[in-house]
């Protein structure tokens, strides 16, 4: 049995607070009379557009009405959207979507394709200026698909959302029943599409409330500073003893908790998410190590370049967690690992917010230095006091810089053991690093939530012009 939906106008009323919403353009209806359109026209074209308000803050939403010729896009249906996100733009406040369509209005041809193309254009504009938040749930296909996407955030909901640029069943050699590459499972995990997925539309209205509080309503608004209600100079002891765990390091310095991690299934060596230190928003990017090993994947980089000029986009502060020892070694990987980094790294170096990073582990090599080092960006580096700094793991090293004296020893185990030591303390310890400037301070595991406040405290007036050009080639 699938999960009953709601009606659109429902929808918007469980999302915004308790009538708040003012629609706008309710009495619009289709122009086009082609194919009998005329006798089927509808108050509101297929989709209610308004404004209301949202955790006390104004919004700007839609909703697509499948009950009305099928939530389909024509050419009035696509001018109410248009109209909103000016109107959004105008004010500055974010635009939430609720998408349930059957698509292009076919009756309307070919002005139902330029309408298409006029969201897609405004949608362009707004990008950066406003945030824009989609949640699928019903079909969202072809067009509808390209909306979603021009969105920073899609929700989706599992059992009747449908997320396609072309249907499972044309692509070559494939099914929905072999590989429904519409459902959430591969839009998710594969795609990269889909940042939460949810049960049932009303845990994916409340994860929606909540992601939207943390975010600000426009570029220039600075609104997601709120009255920090823990203790700022709290210590976490269990960090000084327990296994290092992104997911768990984040929660534990954050605000209360608040902890709301983007695109969970999809590139799990690195976690990306919303928490709040102080009161105030930042986002913090963390390298999630798979047994034992922290290593930078394609997909993750991808997740975290995206995740990254959004936070830049929007003022927020970018925290990094490094634990890494180096990339991905698999032919798969291979393919886009340099690019990836590429993109990976001029977000970083590009990004004029504040920056600080934190070094619990390992930081060896390339993948140490594109980890929001000094070199390529950061403010502030901080490092745990067994963190690891420098060309590659000591043992490795020694192995490689003394191969033949270890070769000719009569106790290699001694020797290499020595060796190692003696290149930890001088070339890859914290201490070492900290000495030649690398890292700016090492701080003690349960001290990290008040050390990391302070810093983004101290970089709160940063001020930092970009070069002059229009963007990255990159």
Not at 193 to 214: H, K, N, P
Request: hydrophobic content about 45%; some cysteine.
């Amino acid at each position: 049995m699938k999960n009953a939906k709601m009606s659109a106008r429902e929808r918007i009323e469980y999302l915004l607070d308790e009538q708040s919403f003012v629609e706008i353009g309710s009495l619009v209806e289709a122009r086009n009379t082609d194919y009998n359109l005329g006798a089927k026209k509808v108050q509101g074209d297929g989709v209610i557009t308004g404004y209301g308000l949202l955790n006390g803050r104004m919004v700007c939403v839609y909703s697509q009405d499948s009950a009305a010729l099928g939530g389909s896009v024509g050419e009035m249906h696509a001018r109410k959207i248009v109209r909103l996100y000016d109107m959004a733009m105008d004010m500055g406040v974010p635009v939430i979507s609720m998408m349930d369509s059957a698509g292009l209005r076919l009756q309307e041809g070919g002005d139902a394709l330029w309408a298409f193309g006029t969201i897609f254009a405004r949608q362009a504009k707004a990008s950066g200026r406003i945030p824009q938040i989609c949640a699928v749930l019903g079909p969202c296909g072809g067009g509808s698909a390209v909306m979603a996407s021009l969105s920073d955030f899609i929700l989706m909901e599992k059992e009747n959302g449908a997320l396609f640029v072309n249907s499972p069943n044309v692509l070559d050699g494939n099914t929905a029943e072999k590989l429904d590459t519409s459902g959430w499972e591969y839009q998710a995990k594969q795609a990269g599409s889909v940042d939460f997925a949810c049960d049932t539309e009303e845990e994916l209205l409340d994860q929606l409330r909540i992601l939207a509080d943390l975010l600000p309503s426009d570029y220039e608004a600075g609104d997601t500073v709120f009255e920090c209600t823990d203790d700022l100079n709290r210590i976490i002891p269990e960090l000084n003893d327990s296994e290092y765990d992104a997911r768990y390091l984040l929660s534990s310095i954050a605000d209360d908790g608040l902890f709301v991690e983007t695109k969970k299934m999809y590139g799990a060596d690195m976690v990306t998410a919303l928490i709040r230190l102080n009161g105030e928003t930042v986002g913090a990017v963390a390298v999630q190590p798979q047994d034992g090993i922290g290593q930078l994947g394609v997909h993750g980089l991808k997740k975290v370049e995206k995740f990254i000029r959004f936070c830049d986009a929007f003022s927020l502060p970018v925290l990094t967690v490094t634990d890494v020892r180096g990339m991905k070694a698999e032919e798969a990987e291979e393919r886009e690992m340099a690019a990836a980094l590429a993109g990976f790294v001029s977000a970083l170096s590009e990004s004029t917010v504040p920056k600080v990073n934190l070094i619990t582990g390992e930081a060896f090599g390339t993948a140490g230095i594109v980890m929001n080092s000094r070199a390529v960006g950061a403010d502030f580096v901080l490092a745990w006091p067994e963190a690891s700094v420098g060309m590659m793991d000591a043992e490795q090293a020694v192995r490689i810089m003394y191969a033949g004296e270890i070769g000719g020893s009569a106790d290699q185990t001694a020797l290499i053991a020595e060796k190692t030591r003696e290149y930890q303390e001088m070339q890859s310890s914290a201490l070492a690093a900290a000495k030649r400037g690398y890292v700016d301070d090492i701080i003690v595991p349960d001290a990290t939530r008040k050390r990391l406040i302070m810093a983004f405290e101290m970089l709160e007036g940063k001020r930092q012009l970009r070069d002059s050009k229009k963007h990255a080639a990159v």
